[in-house]
């Protein structure tokens, strides 16, 4: 059974920092391109990350660069989302894909997601 499971979202203000995890289970991680994902309320799902199986190449969206940082652990199993500098426009929930095809931003393809951990930044 494919199981991904986000933690890590929470309420913070603007500037601060929260780092998120998605633990897989029931993949084969090391081969699989992984990706984060939000959505705010009333809009549709929007790509922010990915980074292919073994960690080496990363492409993110034009409005996180340079404040976030996708990386991942292939022995646990997880991927990471450090996000930095954040603004109350990134507030959302944010989910983790698997299988994705790097580095496409798309997301209606997708198999695998996550059930999504909120993220809130305050003003």
């Known amino acids: 059974q494919v199981q991904l499971v986000e933690s890590g979202g929470g309420l913070v203000q603007a500037g601060g920092s929260l780092r998120l995890s998605c633990a897989t289970s029931g993949l084969t991680f090391s081969r699989l391109t992984m990706g984060w994902f939000r959505q705010a309320p009333g809009k549709e799902r929007e790509f922010v990350a990915t980074?292919?199986?073994?960690?080496?190449?990363?492409y993110y969206a034009e409005f996180v660069k340079g404040r976030f940082t996708i990386s991942r652990d292939n022995a646990k199993n997880t991927v990471y989302l450090q996000m930095n500098s954040l603004k109350p426009e990134d507030t959302a929930v944010y989910y983790c894909?698997?299988?994705?095809?790097?580095?496409?931003?798309?997301?209606?393809?997708?198999?695998?997601w996550g059930q999504g951990t909120q993220v809130t930044v305050s003003s």
């Open positions: 980074i292919n199986k073994n960690g080496g190449s990363t």
């Open positions: 894909a698997a299988d994705l095809n790097f580095p496409s931003t798309g997301w209606r393809r997708i198999d695998y």
